[in-house]
């Protein structure tokens, strides 16, 4: 470590971050509509807030996971726990599915970031909250089977190694992101059973008096 001489300041090296700029297949992964809203929630006025969401509300299937768990954020901080505790299970569900199909498995890590960066303050309210919970998931789980996916599910493939890869332009982009098409639909179905399931594991370990008395 060098110190620096005695009465004078201490002069830190300026380093220049250059974000890696994915190629191929990988930079033609639309994410406009999930950066501009994501933008817009994090740091626009509150009347502009109020604005996405109602879009957001209004046509959900146009949205990737990310943005739910920032609407997830918003709407906890300003009061709406409820709400926000809907939109964080729903984007963790969805979030889920797109990892599932994703064909990088180091891509899929990026789903337990969302869940750290967004679910503590979340879950410790519903964790709090069993009977809402119990009724919530249930309802996150229908809503999800009933709305489309009418987003760049790819997106999630921006979060891995092979698209790191690509920004190095070391290698050449795989001849597939997402596992086939053809099998959506039953890992779409696959995923719901399984997070309900693990859900009602879940509410038994928490319903148990070792854990009751935990959360109390």
Known sequence: MQVPAKGSAEQKPHVKVIPLQPSGEYA???TTLEKETMQVLAR??????????TQIKK????YAPPVFYLLSNVLFQK?????GAFWFYAGQLRARFDANRCADLSARAAVQV???QYGHHINEYTFHNLPMLEELIPKVVEWDKKTAHNYDH???NLHGMNAVIS????ASTPTALSLPKEQWEQIAEQTRSDYLSGFRKAMEMMKSPVSAKQWK
């Not at 626009?44 to 969401?53: D, G, T």
């Not at 009061?79 to 709400?83: A, F, I, R, Y």
């Not at 920004?167 to 070391?170: A, N, R, V």
């Open 28 to 30: 033609r992964i639309d």
């Open 44 to 53: 626009a006025s509150a009347e502009q807030k109020l604005k996405v969401i």
């Open 59 to 62: 046509a959900p299937d146009k």
């Open 79 to 83: 009061g709406d726990k409820d709400e």
């Open 114 to 116: 969302l869940n750290e």
């Open 154 to 156: 790819r997106w999630i």
């Open 167 to 170: 920004g190095m332009g070391s």
